[in-house]
């Protein structure tokens, strides 16, 4: 089974700060991770994704995530805050392998707001 | 190439009703899997079709139901709806499910469902 944990249902940063949301997860076999982003209104959108490979993980606008197994986390960073940021962000595990038909287990979401 | 359309966008039922919402993924993709978002519970897996066969489950009650259809679009039906159904409803396409290399989902807008 899968769970992810999302420290912190709100953060709040300036313009220009670094965003960090925190991700942690639970999988009984080697995950995959995704982080996503849903603006009001709208669906979600796929930020980056890991699956295999480099741990360091290079997202759209500028995001990053890091795969880190001994820790069971994927956290999210940028490094410079833009107001577009403000968003809801959702991270989500499936098993790895695409054993798991289409389903994805999601966090309860980080809703960041970008002070001027 | 156009992306993923749910219909309608917005809906308002008694409890009592039913309701069915559709979902046309993006050209070629072949499997859709279909999501509940609610500020209590978030984001949670209904099911997922591939090739009109449902391949997958969530936790949810047998009032929840959907189908697939030759040219891949979906739709999903909720029969005697409780005020708890009132929703987000997503859906998301993608090439395939299961197995590698990880294929990404891709979401709707989403279906606005308010149960009065």
């Known amino acids: 089974a899968q769970s992810v944990t999302q420290l912190g249902s709100h953060v709040s940063v300036s313009e220009g700060a670094l965003v960090l949301l925190r991700c942690n997860y639970s999988?009984?076999?080697?995950?995959?991770l995704f982080w996503y982003v849903q603006y009001p209104n709208q669906g979600l959108q796929l930020l980056l994704k890991?699956?295999?490979?480099?741990?360091l993980v290079k997202g759209i606008n500028g995001f990053e995530a890091e795969f880190k197994k001994s820790e069971t986390s994927f956290h999210l960073t940028k490094p410079s805050a833009h107001m577009s940021d403000a968003a809801e962000y959702f991270c989500a595990v499936t098993p790895g392998g695409g054993t798991s038909y289409g389903k994805l287990t999601f966090g309860q979401g980080t809703i960041l707001t970008v002070h001027p | 190439k156009a992306g993923v359309t749910q219909t309608p966008r917005y809906l308002i039922k008694t409890r009592g009703q039913q309701v069915t919402l559709s979902c046309s993924p993006i050209?070629?993709?072949?499997?859709v899997s279909w999501y509940q978002q609610t500020p209590g519970q978030g984001l949670q897996f209904l099911f997922e079709y591939f090739s009109e066969t449902q391949r997958n489950k969530g936790n949810f009650p047998g009032r929840f139901s959907g189908r697939q259809f030759s040219n891949s679009r979906s739709e999903m039906n909720v029969s005697t709806l409780e005020l708890g159904d009132s929703a987000l409803y997503l859906c998301?396409?993608?090439?395939?499910?299961?197995?590698?290399?990880?294929?990404?989902?891709?979401f709707g807008p989403g279906t606005r469902l308010t149960v009065l």
């Open positions: 050209s070629g993709h072949r499997s």
């Open positions: 999988s009984s076999v080697p995950p995959y």
């Open positions: 998301a396409s993608s090439l395939t499910s299961g197995g590698a290399p990880y294929n990404e989902q891709f």
């Open positions: 890991y699956t295999t490979g480099a741990t």
